[in-house]
T-cell receptor
Framework: QKEVEQNSGPLSVPEGAIASLNCTYS??????FFWYRQYSGKSPELIMS????GDKEDGRFTAQLNKASQYVSLLIRDSQPSDSATYLC???????????FGPGTRLSVLP | DAGVTQSPTHLIKTRGQQVTLRCSPK?????VSWYQQALGQGPQFIFQ???????QRGNFPDRFSGHQFPNYSSELNVNALLLGDSALYLC????????????FGSGTRLTVV
């Protein structure tokens, strides 16, 4: 079992819809969780971080964490074509430890 | 406020050669981590440097080595290059605890022919 798993996609949604991206992780002691967006040929950029169970909202983005189920998700409301990118889930076991990345989910928002 | 800078942007090397990639962390960051990202895959952790020492290492052979300088900048060296080393090499900086996540540089695209 891989440490961090994501559906590779592509996930296609129409413009204005909600895009839902999912991530599961295997290390139960993981402490912090991050979502990065990566456009083709570019480096990852941080979208959101979440550390506690529940929801965290930032503009059109909502991260959800369920440590009991070892599951973290990212919702993108009112999806725009500019949101088309690969979304990487990253998990950090403890402060000072390296981040483990999932393979990424490719999102395509159709005009 | 400068972000993470990497050089060079692109590099083409021949099998068996050696390469050095460079990274300057974001101002105020003291930890540098290096990742390898093959096409269509997520970044894979190579190693992390803090206080000029390698703190952690991923599952990469000894051909991959690094260094951190007193000004927190870092180098990644790869010896005896293989075709499979062709990838995007990402440098990420953070505070030592990494609580705020990484800031990535724009990467170095290495092609081994």
């Amino acid at each position: 079992q891989k440490e961090v798993e994501q559906n590779s996609g592509p996930l296609s949604v129409p413009e204005g819809a909600i895009a839902s991206l999912n991530c599961t992780y295997s290390d139960r002691v993981s402490q912090s969780f991050f979502w990065y967006r990566q456009y083709s040929g570019k480096s990852p950029e941080l979208i959101m971080s979440i550390y506690s169970n529940g929801d965290k909202e930032d503009g059109r983005f909502t991260a959800q964490l369920n440590k009991a189920s070892q599951y973290v998700s990212l919702l993108i409301r009112d999806s725009q074509p500019s949101d088309s990118a690969t979304y990487l889930c990253a998990v950090n076991r403890n402060y000072g430890q390296n981040f483990v990345f999932g393979p990424g989910t490719r999102l395509s928002v159709l005009p | 406020d400068a972000g993470v800078t990497q050089s060079p942007t692109h590099l083409i090397k021949t099998r068996g050669q050696q390469v050095t990639l460079r990274c300057s962390p974001k101002s105020g960051h003291d930890t540098v981590s290096w990742y390898q990202q093959a096409l269509g895959q997520g970044p894979q952790f190579i190693f992390q440097y803090y206080e000029e020492e390698e703190r952690q290492r991923g599952n990469f052979p000894d051909r991959f080595s690094g260094h951190q300088f007193p000004n927190y900048s870092s180098e990644l060296n790869v010896n005896a290059l293989l075709l499979g080393d062709s990838a995007l090499y990402l440098c990420a900086s953070s505070f030592v605890q990494g609580a705020d996540g990484y800031t990535f540089g724009s990467g170095t695209r290495l092609t081994v022919v």
